[in-house]
């Protein structure tokens, strides 16, 4: 009704002007409270620009010396090879086998005539026979300084025979093949069949050389009926170059 609301009105201004009379001016700051409890660790933020680069450091101490390294090749290298084959068939015993017909010798180490190579250095030497055999058996052994090192028989006629073999020599070590006798001698060559005797310097012991790089080999000392036998005429396993 409308006295109801006019009531209702003048409370509501009664109000208004009794806050605006007793309310008062703001107080002062109050004193800060305590500290609260440490927060739960925030969430990583991405990552920042990169930074500019900074200046140059000074030169650090010189390191200790280090451990000496493996040695290196040899140079120039020491090189020593040759191949050689027979040009007669069937070798007469107790008596080097010629390989006259080289194929290579460019440092002059193999004697073809006598069929004795002789070792320039110290050294690492690899050595291969390949034979053919025919009309006989052949039995075949390689020497060196007159003591046997392999020897090996092939039986069968029309067939072949071959070795491979790595030495270790001294300076001036021989290397030679020989057959056995007149009736196991069957090395064989013709048109279309050939006897060859190989080797090389795989590495030499050291590299250095007290007659330098550029070896001849020593004459041939005379040799006599009855120096090179077949057996072992030591028994020893060890070599000594022959004597002049």
């Not at 200046?55 to 280090?66: A, F, L, Q, R, Y």
């Not at 084959?85 to 440092?107: D, E, G, K, L, Y």
């Not at 006598?114 to 009309?135: E, K």
Request: aromatic share 10%; proline share 11%; charged share 10%.
């Amino acid at each position: 009704s409308w006295s109801s609301w006019l009531q209702s009105s003048l409370l509501q201004c009664k109000h208004i002007l009794y806050d605006k009379i007793v309310q008062g001016p703001p107080g002062l700051q109050g004193v800060p409270g305590p500290a609260g409890a440490r927060g739960l660790p925030g969430v990583q933020g991405p990552m920042g620009l990169k930074g500019l680069m900074g200046d140059k450091g000074d030169i650090g101490n010189e390191g200790h010396m280090g451990i000496m390294g493996p040695p290196g090749p040899c140079s120039p290298a020491i090189q020593s090879a040759f191949s050689a084959a027979i040009n007669q068939s069937f070798p007469a015993p107790n008596w080097p086998v010629a390989f006259p017909v080289i194929i290579t010798n460019q440092q002059g180490h193999f004697n073809p005539i006598m069929g004795i190579y002789m070792a320039p250095v110290n050294g690492t030497y690899v050595f291969t026979y390949n034979l053919a055999v025919a009309t006989k058996p052949l039995t075949v052994g390689l020497f060196v300084n007159f003591n046997p090192v392999v020897k090996n028989t092939e039986v069968y006629s029309r067939s072949s025979t071959s070795q491979t073999i790595v030495l270790n020599l001294k300076s001036f070590d021989r290397v030679w093949l020989q057959v056995r006798n007149d009736l196991t001698n069957g090395m064989y060559t013709d048109s279309d069949s050939s006897s060859t005797f190989s080797g090389y310097l795989l590495h030499p012991d050291s590299c250095e050389i007290p007659f330098g790089r550029s070896f001849l080999p020593e004459p041939e000392p005379h040799y006599k009926p009855g120096d090179f036998i077949w057996e072992d005429p030591s028994n020893k396993t060890t070599t000594t170059p022959p004597q002049h």
